[in-house]
């Protein structure tokens, strides 16, 4: 069937005068699980098949079927869509690519039955029991993506690759008040990646949290000196600046970035990373979704920005090569250019040492969700909890505390950046499209704007 679609590509490329056409079949098998305060929410098991394709002159065709019988109609209609575009524009073509390209895990998802996914469940949600938690849930998913890959070139790419996630919440209640805590485990590989979880530890973990951040009290506002954990050094680097060096928003002049390629953004000291190349993470793979290569990219090196995320249109629009960042969140979806694996490179600092430096300042912990203007190069993250840090030392706790500032300032105000690397927070990034990542750091002090959230 592929190289019949194919063969069917080539005449009709001709026919509508295409220059550029690539072809993705892909099967996605899937489980999910939920649970929510011992009661089962969620069990299903789906397989879905699909086909998209792309065609390119001067500007893009696109068309997607969840019928592999309507594939030629697809191939048509992206053909014709093509033809009509009036957007005048490039695309990187390269060296046609043969390779199967295969992420294993220890224990693939298939052959594990899925009693003994619903067992990690339900010992999830007991997990989490105890005084005050009001509500408790538990969220189990896992996928299996097999892909073929082909464009007029002559690439043929077969992909497969496994996720798993595994998350955890707890709410605790006490005199008209609630607060919320959680953990989420994954990566790509087999069922060996959450099954390894201590999930009483963790459980006991975040439950306890939720109860301490019922006791916790509110932010002070202002500038202050800011000791960020690995995990929101890793959604601050992901949002603030991730985004800002993804290179559509650098073409389309809304990035902060545009132009500042070979400058000094940042501190000496300063190294980010996205690398889909990771072992076992959860925004790996070894192709993207436009058949290039996957590898690591180093978007500041030494405080200076070293390079762009690109796709083939960007990389061709900005004279530079792509590095294997458009990804698709599935064959009904154009290849956008999209973050990986995004990371601080650890420094030489203890995460003890950094406490010590702050005089009058705050230790802020996980990520609560936030925006970003990369246009404007303003942020605001909230934060899962937070230390008050006086004279050295770690005092009161606090809650619903939010980050804010110039991205550009707080890159340039960084003192210290620890050793201590984790890349170990997995989740979804939305741009229209939602797909894999994830993203870390070492602790890194810095200074910015605090205040309480909404």
């Known amino acids: 069937m592929e190289e019949s679609v194919f063969r069917t590509a080539e005449r009709l490329a001709e026919k509508y005068g295409v220059k550029y056409f690539e072809i993705r079949i892909s099967k996605v098998s899937a489980t999910s699980l939920s649970m929510q305060n011992g009661q089962l929410e969620e069990l299903s098991s789906n397989m879905e098949e699909g086909i998209g394709v792309r065609a390119f002159r001067g500007g893009w065709g696109f068309s997607s079927a969840n019928d592999l019988g309507r594939a030629e109609k697809v191939v048509e209609t992206a053909m014709k869509i093509a033809r009509l575009s009036k957007a005048s524009s ?65 690439s043929r790419i077969r992909t497969v690759v496994p996720r798993v996630r595994l998350m955890i919440s707890a709410t605790a209640a006490s005199s008209g008040e609630m607060q919320q805590y959680w953990k989420v485990f994954g990566g790509t590989g087999g069922f060996e990646l959450v099954d390894a979880v201590d999930l009483n530890e963790w459980g006991s973990i975040v439950s306890g949290k939720a109860r301490e ?54 501190v000496d000291e300063l190294t980010v990373v996205d690398d889909p190349t990771l072992p076992g993470k959860f925004g790996s793979y070894i ?28 990389a061709a629009l900005l004279d530079l090569e792509p590095n294997g960042h458009g990804r698709a969140q599935s064959y009904a979806h154009q290849p956008l250019v999209r973050m990986s694996n995004t990371y601080v490179e650890p420094g030489t600092w203890e995460a003890q040492e950094m406490i010590e430096e702050v005089k009058n300042g705050l230790y802020m912990i996980g ?60 989740g979804y990034c939305g741009k229209g499209q939602w797909v894999p990542v994830d993203d870390g750091g070492p602790h890194v002090l810095t200074r910015a704007i605090v205040g309480g959230l909404r």
Not at 129 to 154: H, P, T
Not at 221 to 232: I, R
Not at 373 to 383: C, L, M, P, Y
Not at 401 to 418: C, M, P, T, Y
Request: charge should be negative; charged fraction near 30%; hydrophobic fraction near 35%.
């Open 90 to 154: 490039s695309v990187y073509l390269g060296d046609p690519i043969t390779d199967n390209a295969v992420i294993q895990g220890e224990r693939p998802f298939e052959d594990v039955d899925i009693s003994e996914k619903l067992a990690l469940l339900r010992e999830a949600d007991s997990s989490l029991d105890g005084e005050g938690i009001i509500n408790r849930k538990a969220f189990y998913g896992d996928g299996v993506k097999e892909q073929l890959y082909m464009n007029s070139l002559g």
């Open 213 to 266: 951040l019922l006791k916790a009290s509110s932010p002070p506002s202002g500038e202050f000196d800011v000791v960020m954990d690995p995990e929101l050094t890793g959604v601050f680097i992901h949002e603030a600046l991730g985004h800002a060096a993804e290179a559509d928003s650098v073409k389309n002049g809304e990035s902060i970035l545009a132009g500042k390629l070979g400058e000094r953004i940042a």
């Open 287 to 314: 192709y993207d979704d436009e058949g290039i290569r996957a590898r690591r990219v180093e978007i500041v090196k030494n405080g200076i920005l070293n390079e762009y995320l690109t796709d083939r249109e960007t």
């Open 367 to 426: 990520d609560k969700g936030g925006e970003v203007d990369v246009a404007s190069g303003t942020f605001t993250f909230g934060a899962r909890e937070g230390y008050i840090i006086e004279n050295g030392e770690i005092k009161g706790h606090v809650r619903d505390v939010a980050l804010s500032g110039q991205i550009l300032d707080v890159l340039k105000n960084i003192r210290a950046i620890g050793r201590d690397l984790q890349v170990s927070f997995p």
